[in-house]
Nanobody
């Protein structure tokens, strides 16, 4: 049974940092694509960052809005994908979701939303 459990959300001040975790079960990260999406009130869901690992080769994608501030990484030993968020801004406020897919590129997942499973989401609020 595939499960994705997000954690690490919370309240952070502008300019601060936060690390989100997505713990996967029921499958291994190798040969899968994992993505972080976010949805703010009244806005469409946005693909923030995606990562795909196959036999030691890793591909990543970042939305322009987070490039240079966010870093996605995976720890196969913990079957967990992280999203390190630095220099956060009020416009980063949203519910952040983790998603998983197979046979999809990071671009297909993050840009076109090609996913198979979703987590329940974790709230990130950037405010002073």
């Amino acid at each position: 049974q595939v499960q994705l459990v997000e954690s690490g959300g919370g309240l952070v001040q502008p300019g601060g940092s936060l690390r989100l975790s997505c713990e996967a079960s029921g499958f291994t990260l190798d040969h899968s694509t994992i993505g972080w999406f976010r949805q703010a009130p009244g806005k469409e869901r946005e693909g923030v960052s995606c990562i795909s690992s196959t036999d030691g080769s890793t591909s990543t994608y970042y939305a322009e809005s987070v490039k240079g501030r966010y870093t996605i990484s995976g720890d196969n030993s913990k079957n967990t994908v992280y999203l390190q968020m630095n220099n956060v801004k009020p416009e980063d406020t949203a519910v952040y979701y983790c998603a998983a897919g197979w046979g999809v590129t990071v671009q297909a997942m993050c840009i076109r939303g090609k996913t198979n499973y979703w987590g329940q989401g974790t709230q990130v609020t950037v405010s002073s």
